[in-house]
């Protein structure tokens, strides 16, 4: 054969294992609003920046008539790119193929190119997009899966693992993205389960539809286990792109830093927070008044929303942020928002990203149910995740910094290299009305009249404690400054934290509260 027909053979073998599933296949995947495998990767990586590796791998599988079956790329497509110049490992799983089921071939190109993306220290985005195990392949999809889930594992905190949720998911499908450190899902066609609405029908009896049982919503809303949730798949790609320029591409190096801008903020900081301390506003608009651009990108918005974290820009370099929520549950912490904010600093401190921690909240959240829930343990993640960190930690208390709260939300305690305070800060063990009522207790019911006693009581401590100078007096609160320094402020204390350098004593590893 002359080269010319070897290279036109070559061709006709290509497009043919490029069609996946076959025409059929791909018709019914589109017409469920789905892009291909082959489409997302593209959709994602810089234009002509893709290219192929392992295409024309093929199942050894025999049994259940699989001898028979021709799966083209075993349902799995892999190899590299770049987003915005930034290199990247990326497989995406092809639904049209058997379901995207993982069998051991399909396994082996995903720890390939696991393996490639941790030795050359780059990002890995996976698109997740399958049936799990596949049923005809036994045990050696099971030690498929097992080998993805250490490989998740051993790459972690090294370099960033992003999971794109395009399908129904289960089983392994849906473990190796909760190893990873984002999730991010689409309206109406990610799914993720353990177990499918048949299964539990069998098991327990109970009818449940895919999308209640682990649709985009419930993920993004209820468990937590997803951290983006967009309205199309453009839209999550677009999604995906913008967090790669936030993140650098290994725990190594620092992120990207861009050219510095203006927040465009055109308001007055001191009108963003009311007089009155009970009233809430959202902190977000105190975030987009001090990064650069305004833009802040948040994570998780719909789950835990009590806690606000993201990135965001402060003269070109990227801030993790973490703040209390006014807006909701008066911004305590609780389960849930502990998980958030826990993994969230430790994402940051991994990679090398500074934190700001926005403060304003009355505590942990009391109760029984909260109690039973462990919120002993949960809570004890953000103390655990404060301390641990060694990036720059910077704290500024706008309002209410009571008992535990204070010290969880990066205190001076726990670690913070520096601590501002709003002259509206309330700095105490607890809130004045609950503390006057114990401390005084005598007092008020013994008065005349208990309430106007409560009154003068609770005005009295307001006056003595709920303030921040009585923190800055012992040095707990470096400076105490007016809302609209807090950009300039911050800008400073960042730019005296570029060396900073501290070190724990040496350990295998820490035992954080689970
Ligand atoms: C082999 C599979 C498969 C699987 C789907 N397919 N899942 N083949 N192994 N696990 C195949 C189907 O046979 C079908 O092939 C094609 O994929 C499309 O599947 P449908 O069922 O027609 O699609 P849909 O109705 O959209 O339902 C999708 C689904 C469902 C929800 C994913 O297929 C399903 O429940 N699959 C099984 C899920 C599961 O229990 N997986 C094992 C998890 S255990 P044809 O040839 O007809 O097109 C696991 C172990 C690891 O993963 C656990 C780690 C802790």
Redesign the pocket.
């Given at each position: 054969m002359s080269l010319k027909k070897h290279i036109l053979d070559l061709r006709k073998r290509k497009e043919k294992v490029e069609m996946g599933?076959g025409e059929k296949?791909i018709e019914k995947q589109v017409a469920m609003g789905k892009m291909t495998a082959r489409e997302r990767i593209l959709a994602i990586l810089d234009q002509d920046s893709f290219t192929e590796y392992d295409l024309f791998v093929e199942h050894e599988a025999k049994d259940f008539g699989m001898d028979k079956k021709q799966l083209h790329g075993d349902g799995v497509i892999i190899g590299t790119g770049t987003v915005y110049g930034a290199p990247i490992c990326v497989f995406a799983q092809d639904?049209t193929v058997?379901?995207?089921?993982?069998g051991l071939m399909h396994a082996r190109k995903i720890t390939k190119i696991m393996d490639h993306a941790l030795k050359m220290r780059v990002p890995l985005i996976g698109i997740n997009d399958?049936?799990?195990?596949?049923?005809?392949e036994g045990v050696n999809?099971?030690a498929g899966?097992g080998e993805i889930?250490y490989r998740n594992t051993i790459a972690s905190g090294v370099i960033p693992q992003i999971s794109v949720i395009l399908?129904?998911?289960?089983?392994?499908?849906v473990?190796s993205p909760a190893l990873t450190d984002f999730v991010f899902v689409v309206d109406n066609i990610s799914?993720m389960f353990?177990?499918?609405p048949?299964?539990i029908k069998t098991v327990l009896g109970e009818e449940i539809s895919?999308e209640e049982l682990g649709g985009a919503r419930v993920h993004a809303e209820t468990t937590g286990n997803a951290h983006f949730f967009a309205e199309s798949e453009q839209e999550c790609f677009d999604q995906i792109k913008k967090l790669i320029t936030f993140i650098p591409w290994n725990n190594s190096k620092k992120a990207k830093e861009f050219p510095p801008k203006e927040p465009q903020f055109k308001g007055n900081l001191e009108d963003l927070i009311p007089a009155d301390p009970r009233k809430p506003y959202d902190v977000r608009d105190v975030i987009r008044s001090i990064v650069d651009d305004g833009d802040f990108f948040e994570i998780q918005e719909l789950f835990a929303a009590n806690i606000v974290i993201g990135f965001g820009r402060m003269n070109g370099q990227t801030i993790g942020f973490v703040a209390n929520q006014p807006l909701v549950l008066a911004g305590v912490l609780d389960c849930d928002s502990s998980d958030k904010a826990a993994r969230f600093i430790r994402y940051c401190d991994s990679f090398n990203i500074p934190i700001v921690t926005l403060e304003d909240m009355p505590g942990y959240l009391p109760g029984v149910d909260q109690e039973h829930a462990g919120v002993i343990r949960h809570g004890a993640k953000v103390l655990y995740a404060y301390s641990e960190a060694t990036v720059p930690k910077i704290t500024v208390i706008l309002r209410k910094a009571y008992g535990g709260g204070y010290i969880a939300m990066n205190s001076r305690h726990l670690g913070a290299d520096f601590m501002f305070a709003w002259p509206t800060a309330e700095i105490a063990v607890m809130g004045p009305e609950g503390a006057a009522n114990i401390i005084f207790k005598k007092e008020i019911e013994g008065a005349e009249n208990p309430e106007e006693m409560r009154q003068l009581k609770v005005q009295e401590y307001k006056e003595k404690f709920a303030n921040p100078y009585v923190a800055a007096a012992k040095g707990y609160i470096d400076s105490v400054i007016e809302p609209n320094e807090t950009r300039n402020i911050l800008l400073h204390a960042l730019e005296v934290s570029v060396g900073k350098d501290i070190n724990h004593p040496d350990k295998k590893h820490g035992i954080p509260p689970f």
């Open positions: 599933g296949a639904f058997a379901g995207g089921s993982l399958s049936g799990g195990a596949r049923i005809q999809s099971l899966y889930f399908g129904p998911c289960a089983g392994g499908a473990y799914k353990i177990t499918g048949g299964v895919m």
